[in-house]
């Protein structure tokens, strides 16, 4: 299959939107599914917020400018890209801590159960909060069943307290169709958290429709919020007056400023608020969700899939390219905005690629991966990414031994 890559970004309807992001000179930056690039909205913001909110007026920025209420706003933004409805999603905390509280509150509505089941590719700090609570609850409360992705759906029975699943693989890029497993869950009395860490600002997300319970997410990926920005917790409404999560903060009290020494939770999803919103990175996240007005999430998943396929034509098309083996879905429909590689010496060709001022990322023991950003790509950058990744293969320059030093994040 050919593309004429001119073609392509000419007519593509988000072409516009690139300007809107800070892009290096240079860089073909195909990492957008780990750290999103700088929108200058979020420039522009930070420079309030400390120049003149945090620098002149002070304390009163409270009230003034709505800092107070930042994790519910900003919740309700990202509320619109993953399918729910108001009151149900809070910007807070990290996508760790927030399963953690969601994990737990679970187990306390599911009395009589103690399996939580998830599988043996899920990214490993999802499995490491239910790991924590096992060990502090003891294996009659809490226990983890690991099954393989394909074998997800036969593993939920009677006894499953909790199906915990992250929609798009961080490995392969394989999407999960979290309907259908909702479904099932629900038929065998089981609650569902579903992680939308590689799915939220990328993907079409229906948590409503879908039934959802629980889920968490991030928005330093493809919501460009920036490094180690807060992530959100979404808590189905039919869920939230049962519910009781145990990291009590007086922002989930249900009136935090009357400091009673008692402990009494919001009625709402905001029970999920522990401590004092980080006000700087918030505000960057709220920024750099204004691009997300300007665009639909269709529009984003249908380049994003014509992305991926003309990586994968273009790649196909170059024999020097051969070795690099396909882990994720064939079907575009089938995997998220990734795609990712077996080869023997990923590391070295990924920090080859990046001494070219190509940026993907490794993934161990043996991947190289590429996410596309709809965004801020163009079909120019994947022609000129994949012909330069043709010729390092070509010329064996991954053996080289300055590519061969590994760093502390890979």
Request: charged fraction near 15%; hydrophobic fraction near 45%; proline fraction near 4%.
């Amino acid at each position: 299959m050919k593309f004429n890559l001119n073609t392509l970004d000419a007519e593509d309807p988000l072409a516009a939107i690139q300007s809107q992001f800070l892009l290096p000179q240079g860089t073909i930056y195909l990492d957008g599914n780990s750290l999103g690039m700088m929108p200058l909205s979020v420039k522009s913001r930070i420079k309030d917020v400390t120049e003149q909110q945090w620098a002149v007026d002070l304390i009163t920025s409270w009230n003034k400018h709505q800092w107070i209420d930042l994790p519910v706003n900003v919740g309700e933004r990202i509320a619109k890209l993953i399918g729910a409805a108001p009151g149900q999603t809070l910007c807070c905390d990290t996508i760790s801590v927030n399963l953690f509280k969601l994990l737990a509150a679970a187990l306390v509505m599911q009395q009589g159960r103690n399996k939580v089941v998830s599988t043996t590719d899920n990214f490993p700090t999802d499995l490491y909060m239910v790991q924590g609570l096992e060990d502090l609850l003891g294996q009659t409360r809490c226990q983890l069943q690991l099954v393989e992705e394909s074998q997800l759906a036969s593993a939920i029975d009677d006894d499953t307290a909790i199906l915990l699943v992250t929609e798009v693989n961080f490995r392969t890029g394989q999407k999960l169709d979290i309907a259908a497993l909702t479904a099932k869950a629900h038929k065998h009395g089981a609650l569902v958290i579903v992680d939308l860490a590689h799915s939220a600002g990328v993907l079409p997300v229906a948590l409503d429709d879908w039934q959802v319970d629980f889920a968490v997410g991030c928005t330093y990926k493809y919501l460009n919020g920036g490094p180690g920005a807060p992530a959100f917790a979404y808590v189905a409404t039919r869920h939230q007056e049962a519910m009781q999560q145990p990291l009590y903060g007086w922002m989930g009290h249900a009136n935090g400023f009357q400091f009673d020494v008692n402990y009494q939770a919001a009625a709402d999803a905001r029970q999920l608020l522990v401590g004092t919103p980080s006000v700087i990175a918030m505000s960057a996240v709220d920024a750099a969700l204004d691009v997300y007005d300007q665009v639909t999430m269709t529009q984003i998943r249908q380049k994003s899939m014509q992305l991926t396929e003309v990586f994968l034509a273009l790649l196909s098309a170059s024999p020097d390219c051969a070795q690099l083996r396909c882990i994720s879905p064939e079907s575009p429909e089938q995997r998220g905005s990734q795609l990712s590689f077996e080869f023997e010496h990923a590391w070295g060709l990924c920090q080859a690629l990046i001494k070219s001022n190509i940026i993907a990322d490794f993934r161990a023991p043996n991947y190289i991966r590429f996410g596309f950003a709809p965004l801020y790509n163009s079909y120019r950058q994947i022609g000129t990414a994949v012909a330069e990744m043709a010729q390092i293969m070509a010329e064996k320059r991954y053996l080289n031994p300055e590519f061969q030093v590994k760093n502390k994040v890979t």
